[in-house]
């Protein structure tokens, strides 16, 4: 019988108030991909810190290659061969591609201890090469795009020749033809012997590159199974308990009137043209590739980049925003991309975080903003943090350490808090896992109900032929499509989104 490559048993982690781990067992053999799933709050971040040093375990053993290791730091992970590929990047955004892949490893030359750039630059050329990333590496990394940073990620954690890679969510910034060249990169790996343990909550990928699956639930093994054989829907029961019956659960709210129209616009960076008009009641589903401006399409619409031609309208009246203040102040909400640099200010706390966008709401006065009501703001983040399901053990928990997940709940408890009624989700279920997924569409249900009016960009296209009442498709900044729900397919957003041809041609 095959010896695995690493055993952890019985992995018990207790922070204040809670248990994350316990009694947990996984193991991972040479040349496989072990997917490891589970809500968020499930333990998956904690054991995967616990395996690369990040975090000490509180019992249990870890063993690589037949040998019992006890990390004391990262660094002591990495020298056994374990690299990690964080979803939230581990980057300096003003050192280059080069610096930043062989970071505290440059190349030397003998006697002299100066840096050999040549070399520097022709090793990272050739780890490039590997994830199909065709960049100088003197670029800059803050002028990568998200999807390039995601695979200079990757190309770093192969340079170091791990028999052990850590994948947490890898392809949530990647187009399909980027997805495809890292799996294969992936199956190369597994030929070599790499064993990789796969973080995703794209249910559909696992079948396509993983092996087995072992499935967390608070903390609990609750079973490793064979993905070659077991269908998606178990799954989704073993993470989260219960059969999942509707993962798109629409309700079609009636329409009120005009919330937002987009008449002729057009920006510096890209959009051309742009007409749209949102009603009370409606989901606008925004489809689009990297590059089609998605992003951009939202930034101008809640005033955080300028319109350069055409016109705005909020409820029939022309607005000129300056600033996302501007926006704020006409009830639109933004819920960004990034949420860690635009949505949230991590090291504040939980519930300062809710507030922030509607400091009246919580103030002892509301001309006195800065005077802080904080028995009123403890009830509304409380109040708010019990609905979305945000997983802390008290609002006072900086925001920083809260899972991926559970940091986008609460971007959406903030502008639930400021009573917008124009809501942009951009990717909005992003890092989320499919139960809580379900939660977020729910919400949104609640919010047209209620007469609000939803704006969703999503890369996901069964999330937007899922929830979208009309879908407008995006190709290099132009509208080049609008679906109505009943006639939209995956094969025609893909159409238009990458060689259809625009609605004004």
């Known amino acids: 019988m095959l010896q695995p490559l690493l055993q952890m048993n019985k992995i018990v982690k207790q922070f204040p108030g809670v248990r994350a781990l316990n009694e947990v067992n996984f193991d991972l053999n040479p040349g496989e991909v072990h997917a490891l799933l589970g809500e968020n709050g499930a333990g998956k971040s904690t054991l995967i810190k616990i395996l690369c040093g990040a975090y000490t375990k509180d019992a249990g053993e870890i063993w690589i290659d037949g040998r019992e290791v006890h990390f004391k730091s990262t660094k002591d992970a990495q020298d056994t061969g374990i690299a990690v590929i964080y979803q939230e990047f581990n980057q300096f955004p003003i050192l280059s591609v080069a610096e930043n892949l062989y970071s505290g490893r440059l190349f030397s030359h003998k006697g002299t201890g100066l840096v050999d750039w040549p070399r520097v630059y022709q090793e990272t050329r050739r780890m490039l090469e590997k994830v199909g990333l065709d960049i100088d590496p003197r670029t800059l990394v803050y002028?990568?795009?998200?999807?390039?940073?995601?695979?200079?990620e990757i190309a770093k954690a192969l340079s170091i020749q791990a028999k052990i890679l850590i994948m947490d969510e890898p392809t949530s910034a990647l187009t399909e033809k980027e997805i495809h060249r890292l799996f294969e990169t992936i199956r190369d790996l597994k030929k070599n012997g790499v064993a990789i343990i796969y973080i995703?909550?794209?249910?559909?990928?696992?079948?396509?590159?993983g092996d087995r699956a072992t499935v967390l639930r608070d903390g609990v093994n609750v079973g490793t199974v064979d993905l070659t054989t077991?269908?998606?829907?178990?799954?989704?029961?073993m993470?989260?308990?219960?059969?999942?019956e509707d993962k798109y659960p629409k309700v079609?709210?009636?329409?009120?009137?005009?919330l937002v129209e987009v008449k002729d616009v057009a920006?510096?960076?890209g959009l051309q043209n742009i007409n749209l008009t949102l009603r009370q009641g409606?989901?606008?589903?925004?489809?689009?590739?990297?590059?089609s401006c998605r992003t951009q399409l939202a930034r101008v619409i809640f005033g955080a980049d300028p319109v350069s031609h055409g016109e705005i309208f909020i409820q029939d009246q022309q607005v000129k925003f300056c600033n996302p203040e501007d926006g704020i102040a006409n009830g639109i909400a933004l819920l960004p991309e990034d949420r860690k640099r635009q949505g949230l200010v991590l090291a504040m706390s939980v519930g300062h975080n809710i507030t922030l966008a509607n400091l009246k709401r919580v103030s002892l006065t509301k001309k006195i903003l800065h005077v802080i009501h904080h028995s009123k703001e403890k009830e509304i983040a409380t109040e708010l943090c019990s609905k979305l399901d945000i997983k802390t053990s008290k609002i006072k928990t900086k925001a920083l350490n809260l899972s991926g997940g559970n940091q986008q709940k609460v971007v959406i408890a903030k502008w639930l808090c400021s009573n917008s009624r124009i809501f942009i989700f951009d990717e909005p279920t992003r890092g989320i896992d499919i139960g809580a997924k379900v939660g977020v569409y729910q919400l949104m249900n609640e919010l047209v109900k209620d007469g609000a009016g939803i704006i969703m960009i999503s890369s996901e296209m069964p999330e937007i032929l899922g929830m979208s009442d009309r879908i407008l498709v995006l190709n290099k900044g132009r509208i080049a499509a609008e679906l109505s729900r009943s006639e939209a397919t995956?094969?025609?957003l893909m159409y238009y989104a990458t060689i259809g041809r625009t609605k004004d041609e």
């Open 143 to 152: 002028r990568l795009t998200v999807a390039e940073q995601q695979m200079l």
């Open 200 to 209: 995703s909550h794209r249910m559909e990928e696992l079948q396509k590159i």
């Open 230 to 237: 077991k269908p998606i829907d178990e799954l989704i029961k």
């Open 239 to 244: 993470m989260i308990g219960r059969n999942l």
């Open 252 to 258: 079609v709210a009636p329409l009120g009137i005009n």
């Open 267 to 269: 920006t510096k960076k």
């Open 282 to 291: 409606e989901i606008i589903g925004v489809f689009g590739l990297l590059g």
């Open 490 to 492: 995956q094969e025609k």
